[in-house]
């Protein structure tokens, strides 16, 4: 098992580097102003002016697996690039590599008929609108998939959809024009995975209402913009339909299987950015005569956060690896995995960080506040720590029956 980096990747790091330097990282500051002061329901400016730029470098769709649209990378060759564009909360949008919109794009080009690619697949690779994703809901655990209430009824040419959402992504953000809803077209059914459905709704039709945005820890927007919404009456033709009725299921484990190691991809990059951080802020402020990079404790973390962020890397590479090779579903063990391990580890990475710090490091100032509201969301995001760590016993005692 090799992963070292190919030439096309090595190619692509280095351009991705040179604009994260020249774009991303002058304007971050920025960037938090005007997220703070436009809310979740507004865009911030210079997102729309930094993504031309970043269309024009060749440096879009890198997530996509498709030669027609990118560079059609694997999941191996991507994993360095992804984890560049996590160093920064706002550098996954400019590339337009960022969630919601990574999954719905993978949804449509997996499973969308040929007219719902034309009406909503093209513009969100154009990067024209952004996209939603219901399918937790208020009323029940929704770690439990199956638990799902939401309810798509048939009515001749038409389904009706009810049900109430919430950590809805993206659904404040003006430019969402398309939301992927799951709710239960069979709830009757005896096998509880063939109950739901999955069905695009346009965000304008009549019946949707975004309630209310939610943020995370005081945080809008983290990492993506989760939200509230009704879905009251709501009616789309049948054609809406993805892949057919009682599938819902089988497209959510399709989904969520890249999203859950782009997800850790990008956070070692915010675990290596945070120990940067750490390490600058340790030589440079002194306490009790010495500096803090000179304490024995500030020591042992700093040490002790090189080797997790080590461990992840290389378990979420050869998740990667298996993923390309032998396929998801083989590799669910090993993806698992690093959805337990990454957010952890950040957690603990970006926790350590906010002790040298000391109360600035609670603040936003330095950029921790919002590093670990993304890292411990994670840890329930795609589903919480629990779920898969019960995965992965069953696959383990399996070998040993």
């Not at 399709?254 to 340790?282: D, N, S, V, Y």
């Not at 440079?284 to 020591?299: D, M, N, Y």
Request: charged share 25%; proline share 6%; net charge neutral.
């Amino acid at each position: 098992m090799m992963f070292e980096m190919s030439a096309k990747t090595q190619e692509l790091k280095g351009r991705i580097q040179a604009f994260m330097d020249a774009h991303i990282y002058p304007n971050e500051d920025r960037f938090l102003r005007e997220s703070e002061a436009g809310g979740p329901w507004k865009v911030q400016p210079v997102i729309e002016e930094l993504k031309p730029l970043a269309k024009e470098a060749g440096l879009w769709n890198l997530f996509l697996n498709d030669p027609d649209r990118g560079p059609g990378l694997t999941n191996l060759e991507y994993a360095p690039i992804c984890e560049i564009m996590g160093r920064s909360p706002m550098a996954p949008e400019v590339f337009n590599c960022s969630a919601p919109d990574v999954g719905n794009i993978e949804v449509l080009a997996r499973y969308g008929t040929r007219e719902q690619q034309d009406r909503w697949l093209e513009p969100l690779l154009a990067g024209e609108i952004r996209s939603s994703f219901a399918m937790t809901e208020p009323a029940v655990a929704s770690s439990d998939a199956t638990n799902i209430q939401s309810s798509i009824v048939r009515d001749g040419d038409e389904y009706v959809i009810n049900g109430r959402k919430w950590y809805t992504t993206g659904a404040t953000d003006p430019r969402c024009k398309i939301i992927i809803f799951m709710g239960k077209t069979d709830p009757n059914n005896p096998d509880r995975h063939r109950q739901q459905s999955m069905i695009l709704v346009p965000k304008n039709t009549l019946g949707v209402t975004v309630l209310r945005p939610l943020p995370i820890f005081g945080y809008y927007g983290v990492p993506d913009r989760a939200s509230e919404v009704d879905f009251t009456n709501v009616r789309v033709p049948v054609s809406n339909i993805l892949l057919g009725e009682g599938r819902g299921f089988e497209i959510a484990q399709g989904r969520l299987g890249p999203g859950r190691i782009h997800h850790c991809m990008r956070l070692i990059g915010l675990a290596e950015r945070t120990l940067e951080k750490m390490c600058h802020r340790a030589k440079s402020r002194v306490a009790f005569g010495k500096a803090l990079s000179e304490q024995t404790v500030t020591q042992e973390r700093i040490a002790e956060a090189r080797i997790m962020i080590e461990q992840s890397r290389l378990l979420t590479l050869k998740a990667a690896y298996m993923m390309d090779t032998v396929g998801n579903k083989v590799a669910k063990a090993e993806i698992a995995m690093i959805k337990v391990a990454v957010p952890n580890m950040a957690c603990q990475v970006v926790d350590w960080a906010i002790q040298i710090f000391g109360g600035g490091g609670t603040s936003n100032d330095f950029g921790l506040g919002v590093a670990y509201a993304t890292a411990r969301l994670l840890r329930l995001a795609d589903g919480p720590d629990e779920v898969h760590r019960n995965q992965i016993a069953r696959l383990e005692l399996r070998k040993h029956a």
